[in-house]
């Protein structure tokens, strides 16, 4: 069965201390994996997408990489702003539909 | 920049009302999604069009229908609503070429 794992479930980090968070995945063939933030009471705002192991995305403080089993969000020296949920879906070969984890809930201390 | 506009951003309803949330992409997408998202559990699919009149159940589609008529609006129906299908309900559309989502902002239901 297809699935995302997404950990740590929640995050608090002091501002300035890098981190990673780790999203494992499970699918027969994997079409694309994409990595979305999402602050609360709003949709989820699209971040990267990586399609082979080995792939890396950057976008500011953050750094998305792929591997054949998962994925990792590195969050270089981050900022209060950076406070989120960040969600990991993965788009199966064959299929235009996403599975998603959970989330993590990163919170970023001044 | 893509586009994805929800009809409401709050909702409350009664129990056994019929209810339509109204989805609008301005990209010209062929696939739409209704996904709803509550704490604990993610989001999980309702339902999945990827034409105009065509329509998948995604896994969770009982006591919802959905409805595209055109390309660019995607409705989901709560066809007798229930205290249970309380959450915050999102659309997406995509291009089939491109793979990623876009989402709007989200619906915040609820039943009482």
């Known amino acids: 069965e297809d699935q995302v794992t997404q950990s740590p479930e929640a995050l608090r980090l002091q501002e300035g201390e890098s981190s990673s968070l780790n999203c494992s995945y499970t699918v027969s063939g994997l079409r694309g994996l994409f990595w979305y933030r999402q602050d609360p009471g709003k949709g989820p705002e699209f971040l990267f997408t990586l399609y082979s192991a080995g792939e890396e995305k950057e976008k500011e403080r953050l750094k998305a990489t792929l591997t054949k089993k998962e994925s990792f969000l590195h969050i270089t020296a981050p900022k209060p702003e950076d406070s989120a949920t960040y969600l990991c879906a993965v788009q199966p070969s064959g299929t235009y539909k996403y599975i998603f984890g959970t989330g993590t809930r990163l919170k970023v201390l001044a | 920049d893509v586009k994805v506009t929800q009809s409401s951003r709050y909702l409350v309803k009664r129990t056994g009302e019929k209810v339509f949330l109204e989805c609008v992409q301005d990209?010209?997408?062929?696939?739409m999604f209704w996904y709803r998202q509550d704490p604990g559990l993610g989001l999980r699919l309702i339902y999945f069009s990827y034409d105009v009149k065509m329509k998948e159940k995604g896994d969770i589609p009982e006591g919802y229908s959905v409805s595209r008529e055109k390309k660019e609006r995607f409705s989901l129906i709560l066809e007798s609503a229930s205290t249970n299908q309380t959450s915050m309900y999102l659309c997406?559309?995509?291009?089939?070429?491109?793979?990623?989502?876009?989402f709007g902002q989200g619906t915040r239901l609820t039943v009482v």
């Open positions: 990209m010209d997408h062929e696939n």
């Open positions: 997406a559309s995509s291009h089939p070429m491109n793979t990623e989502a876009f």
